[in-house]
């Protein structure tokens, strides 16, 4: 390298040129040493070099053609079903589009094991592309004879265009080059065989595995493809696997290969072959089934919604099949048996009539579920009696270790429980749930006194439910299946004699919106723990990490203030919280966790329909208290929708914009005696009329306001407000901030469209 500059510009640049040159001949023989090593029959074949073995020449269709492709892999778990179907349904649309190839009406399925995209009438070609690329201002690009520069030359050939074809524009205020870029449409097979792998490639999954040296990872071992342009396969390679013609049949059948034809007769295929591709399809015969199933033993099905829609995605073919289990485990807690049947097995349990709720609190009634349960196979009804016997077999053994839970845990009151739950570790600087339910013993006490308990039985109740809140985590029951956790509680609080409305509380603590008042309190009183000391042991959510679901707790915050209209102080909440932790909680992270829950509140105002600037108003300045920061949204979009208020608007914001704009004092007070004009002073007696007391709601400070936009309207139009008296003009700005103030603590009205 020259580096004390001896070798001249023109010198260097013929230098560089050579090493370029000399580094594609080299590349290129590597190329061909390589081809004559790994593919010895490619000339025997006619294909003359390695790049037309990766890039296969297509026929270019004449007319437009469907367009269909298939992702084929092992079954897929139901979340991921769904997340598939919804990526290539927002996805596959802009997908065609930046590729620019028209098309008809998209359809995409998926079963656990396929994803689908049909597209029809694509486009046979790329429309042409002309496009105008900027080159250098005019002045580099021709010299004062008006010859074209090195400039100019240079940016005619990376455009690929001739230097005579350049043309001059007014540009971003100033003259340029400009060259008219012209690009052929490609042909739609040549556009899809390079761009189907970057599509499979951006589907990402919660969690993904590998399983070959390609190093691909996807929700389940990608196993074929099909793409097909009509007739004309789309042979593209992504993780190992090349695209063809040929799908599988059912897992049942032992997934048999079969080929098909067109991209047009691919529905009709797959039809043939006993799969229902369409998901709502299945749904349907799968509610339908199992309802049928369920009558025919003179019950009727409990429909979960939840299950009916995994169910849906964890077969392409469904066939509903009724079971029993022995009458002596309906003696098992009601919950214990639907849970199990769920969770476990992803059964629907058979209920015998309506008379009694499914979410009946107590097992010391008659539950009202009988011996069956119905599932629902992959495949057809051949062998139905062997897949019913296994069923069968397996929930009886379900049953038969619940139940000897609940004997072993039913030998002692759920308050013995209590103690245990020092073993179990909330998190390591917060020390174990039994801490916590220390903790929240002395935080409910507070809170129900901010929520208005004042009832001795319902404060007994509630430090009695927040007592024996968590003791079911460390019973045998909720050790073996989770999701029962409070409403095992439940259960056995009834078993062990408690009263009814603190076993309610405690089955109710985990719901997004308790029912009862005690199970309200209890609720708030776990999350409002759990935010703030998981937030101060630096365990805040992150991008989409939240393993303590404190977005869930945040949510279960706002929401039962909201339903049950309780008028609770956030601030105050999370200080009394605070200072019950075993770690110190800054007053940074304390506005990091009203903000964080100030979010979750934004989120659910704007998806009850409320537009975004008026939440932004009141949240300005109300977030601490959700249920009045409710409210008062409410009555600020009524107002915003008001007729008058292109009217009432302008003239309050000119108050408070004059005074942001003079830098005026909040604690300038309005002397009657300085008071000069005759509308300043009729304003001023307006004011002292309309307002006798700081408004406490957006109806009374928007009622004074409309009251005084006559005497605004004249003030402004007859009174210099920046005098230059220096203290009339102070006199004046504290008039109108008088009234700018009327919605201080209500909502910050400067964040309203047109302010």
Same mark, same amino acid.
């Given at each position: 390298?020259?580096?004390?500059?001896?070798?001249?510009?023109?010198?260097?640049?013929?230098?560089?040129?050579?090493?370029?040159?000399?580094?594609?001949?080299?590349?290129?023989? &590597?190329?061909?040493?390589?081809?004559?090593?790994?593919?010895?029959?490619?000339?025997?074949?006619?294909?003359?070099?390695? =790049?037309?073995?990766?890039?296969?020449?297509?026929?270019?269709?004449?007319?437009?053609?469907?367009?269909?492709?298939?992702?084929?892999?092992?079954?897929?778990?139901?979340?991921?079903?769904?997340?598939?179907?919804?990526?290539?349904?927002?996805?596959?649309?802009?997908?065609?589009?930046?590729?620019?190839?028209?098309?008809?009406?998209?359809?995409?399925?998926?079963?656990?094991?396929?994803?689908?995209?049909?597209? !029809?009438?694509?486009?046979?070609?790329?429309?042409?592309?002309?496009?105008?690329?900027?080159?250098?201002?005019?002045?580099? *690009?021709?010299?004062?004879?008006?010859?074209?520069?090195?400039?100019?030359?240079?940016? +005619?050939?990376?455009?690929? %265009?001739?230097?005579?074809?350049?043309?001059?524009?007014?540009?971003?205020?100033?003259?340029?080059?400009?060259?008219?870029?012209?690009?052929?449409? /490609?042909?739609?097979?040549?556009?899809?065989?390079?761009?189907?792998?970057?599509?499979?490639?951006?589907?990402?999954?919660?969690?993904?595995? /590998?399983?070959?040296?390609?190093?691909?990872?996807?929700?389940?071992?990608?196993?074929?493809?099909?793409?097909?342009?009509?007739?004309?396969?789309?042979?593209?390679?992504?993780?190992?696997?090349?695209?063809?013609?040929?799908?599988?049949?059912?897992?049942?059948?032992?997934?048999?290969?079969?080929?098909?034809?067109?991209?047009?007769?691919?529905?009709?295929?797959?039809?043939?072959?006993?799969?229902?591709?369409? !998901?709502?399809?299945? /749904?349907?015969?799968?509610?339908?089934?199992?309802?049928?199933?369920?009558?025919?033993?003179?019950?009727?099905?409990?429909?979960?919604?939840?299950?009916?829609?995994?169910? $849906?995605?964890?077969?392409?073919?469904?066939?509903?099949?009724?079971?029993?289990?022995?009458?002596?485990?309906?003696?098992?807690?009601?919950?214990?048996?639907?849970?199990?049947?769920?969770?476990?097995?992803?059964?629907?349990?058979?209920?015998?009539?309506?008379?009694?709720?499914?979410?009946?609190?107590?097992?010391?009634?008659?539950?009202?579920?009988?011996?069956?349960?119905?599932?629902?196979?992959?495949?057809?009804?051949?062998?139905?009696?062997?897949?019913?016997?296994?069923?069968?077999?397996?929930?009886? +053994?379900?049953?038969?270790?619940?139940?000897?839970?609940?004997?072993?845990? %039913?030998?002692?009151?759920?308050?013995?429980?209590?103690?245990?739950?020092?073993?179990?570790?909330?998190?390591?600087?917060?020390?174990?749930?039994?801490?916590?339910?220390?903790?929240?013993?002395?935080?409910?006490?507070?809170?129900?006194?901010?929520?208005?308990?004042?009832?001795? =039985?319902?404060?007994?109740?509630?430090?009695?439910?927040? &007592?024996?809140?968590? *003791?079911?985590?460390?019973?045998?029951?909720?050790?073996?299946?989770?999701?029962?956790?409070?409403?095992?509680?439940?259960? &056995?609080?009834?078993?062990?004699?408690?009263?009814?409305?603190?076993?309610?509380?405690?089955?109710?603590?985990?719901? $997004?919106?308790?029912?009862?008042?005690?199970?309200?309190?209890?609720?708030? $009183?776990?999350?409002?723990?759990?935010?703030?000391?998981?937030?101060? +042991?630096?365990?805040?959510?992150?991008?989409?990490?939240?393993?303590?679901?404190?977005?869930?707790?945040?949510?279960?915050?706002?929401?039962?203030?909201?339903?049950?209209?309780?008028?609770?102080?956030?601030?105050?909440?999370?200080?009394?919280?605070?200072?019950?932790?075993?770690?110190?909680?800054?007053? !940074?992270?304390?506005?990091?966790?009203?903000?964080?829950?100030?979010?979750?509140?934004?989120? %659910?105002?704007?998806?009850?329909?409320?537009?975004?600037?008026? %939440?932004?108003?009141?949240?300005?300045?109300?977030?601490?208290?959700?249920?009045?920061?409710?409210?008062?949204?409410?009555?600020?979009?009524?107002?915003?929708?008001?007729?008058?208020?292109? $009217?009432?608007?302008? +003239?309050?914001?000119?108050?408070?914009?004059?005074?942001?704009?003079?830098?005026?004092?909040?604690?300038?007070?309005?002397?009657?005696?300085?008071?000069?004009?005759?509308?300043?002073?009729?304003? &001023?007696?307006?004011?002292?009329?309309?307002?006798?007391?700081?408004?406490?709601?957006?109806?009374?400070?928007?009622?004074?306001?409309?009251?005084?936009?006559?005497?605004?309207?004249?003030?402004?139009?007859?009174?210099?407000?920046?005098?230059?008296?220096?203290?009339? /003009?102070?006199?004046?700005?504290?008039?109108?901030?008088?009234?700018?103030?009327?919605?201080?603590?209500?909502?910050?009205?400067?964040?309203?469209?047109?302010?």
């Amino acid at each position: 390298l020259d580096t004390r500059g001896a070798i001249g510009v023109t010198e260097r640049q013929a230098f560089f040129r050579k090493m370029r040159g000399l580094a594609r001949r080299v590349a290129e023989t &590597y190329l061909e040493q390589r081809q004559r090593l790994e593919y010895p029959l490619l000339g025997e074949l006619g294909i003359g070099n390695r =790049e037309s073995v990766d890039t296969p020449q297509l026929p270019t269709p004449n007319s437009q053609l469907p367009f269909l492709l298939e992702i084929g892999v092992e079954e897929m778990p139901h979340g991921d079903v769904e997340a598939i179907l919804a990526q290539l349904r927002k996805r596959i649309p802009l997908w065609l589009q930046e590729l620019r190839l028209e098309h008809g009406s998209v359809r995409i399925h998926a079963t656990p094991r396929r994803a689908t995209v049909y597209v !029809e009438n694509l486009a046979p070609k790329q429309p042409d592309l002309e496009e105008l690329a900027k080159g250098p201002p005019t002045s580099r *690009a021709f010299d004062a004879e008006g010859n074209p520069t090195k400039a100019a030359v240079g940016f +005619a050939r990376g455009k690929g %265009v001739e230097v005579k074809s350049l043309e001059k524009r007014e540009l971003d205020g100033g003259e340029y080059v400009v060259a008219i870029v012209k690009q052929a449409g /490609k042909a739609s097979g040549e556009v899809l065989l390079e761009a189907l792998p970057n599509l499979i490639a951006e589907i990402h999954f919660t969690k993904s595995m /590998k399983w070959n040296d390609s190093g691909v990872a996807f929700s389940r071992p990608i196993r074929w493809f099909v793409a097909l342009l009509g007739e004309i396969v789309i042979p593209f390679e992504y993780a190992g696997v090349i695209a063809g013609n040929t799908t599988r049949g059912l897992r049942p059948y032992a997934s048999p290969e079969i080929e098909v034809s067109s991209a047009d007769a691919y529905f009709e295929t797959i039809e043939k072959a006993g799969i229902v591709l369409d !998901e709502e399809k299945r /749904k349907a015969m799968v509610m339908e089934q199992v309802k049928e199933a369920a009558a025919s033993v003179g019950g009727e099905a409990m429909i979960d919604d939840d299950l009916l829609l995994e169910v $849906t995605h964890l077969v392409e073919r469904p066939t509903a099949f009724i079971g029993n289990f022995p009458a002596e485990y309906l003696e098992l807690p009601r919950d214990v048996l639907i849970k199990t049947m769920q969770k476990h097995q992803r059964y629907f349990a058979v209920e015998g009539s309506k008379t009694q709720v499914a979410s009946e609190p107590s097992n010391l009634q008659p539950s009202n579920l009988l011996p069956y349960f119905v599932g629902v196979r992959n495949g057809d009804s051949e062998h139905l009696d062997t897949v019913k016997q296994g069923n069968e077999h397996v929930i009886n +053994a379900r049953f038969a270790d619940a139940n000897f839970f609940v004997r072993e845990d %039913v030998k002692q009151p759920l308050e013995a429980f209590r103690p245990d739950l020092s073993g179990l570790t909330l998190q390591t600087e917060l020390g174990s749930m039994l801490d916590k339910s220390d903790r929240m013993l002395k935080l409910g006490a507070e809170l129900g006194a901010m929520l208005g308990l004042k009832d001795v =039985e319902q404060i007994k109740h509630l430090g009695r439910s927040v &007592y024996l809140a968590k *003791a079911d985590l460390v019973t045998q029951m909720v050790t073996e299946m989770t999701s029962l956790q409070g409403i095992i509680g439940r259960e &056995y609080a009834l078993r062990s004699g408690e009263d009814a409305e603190v076993a309610t509380a405690i089955g109710e603590q985990y719901q $997004t919106v308790p029912q009862s008042e005690i199970g309200v309190g209890l609720a708030l $009183t776990d999350r409002i723990d759990s935010l703030v000391g998981l937030f101060a +042991a630096g365990l805040a959510p992150t991008g989409t990490k939240d393993p303590f679901a404190l977005r869930r707790a945040a949510i279960g915050v706002v929401q039962p203030l909201l339903e049950h209209d309780l008028d609770l102080d956030l601030r105050t909440a999370v200080d009394l919280a605070a200072m019950l932790q075993p770690i110190g909680v800054s007053d !940074e992270i304390k506005t990091q966790i009203l903000e964080f829950i100030s979010g979750r509140l934004h989120v %659910v105002l704007r998806e009850q329909g409320y537009a975004h600037d008026v %939440v932004d108003a009141v949240l300005a300045e109300q977030a601490q208290t959700p249920a009045r920061a409710a409210g008062a949204v409410s009555q600020l979009s009524a107002w915003v929708a008001r007729d008058d208020w292109e $009217t009432i608007f302008p +003239a309050y914001s000119r108050c408070v914009r004059i005074g942001r704009s003079a830098e005026a004092e909040p604690g300038w007070k309005v002397d009657p005696k300085k008071l000069v004009e005759e509308a300043e002073k009729e304003l &001023y007696a307006e004011l002292q009329k309309t307002i006798s007391e700081q408004p406490s709601s957006i109806d009374e400070a928007l009622n004074a306001v409309t009251k005084l936009v006559p005497a605004i309207s004249r003030f402004f139009d007859n009174v210099l407000v920046m005098a230059e008296d220096k203290a009339v /003009k102070e006199n004046r700005l504290a008039l109108v901030g008088k009234i700018a103030s009327l919605t201080d603590g209500l909502a910050n009205m400067s964040h309203l469209e047109g302010f």
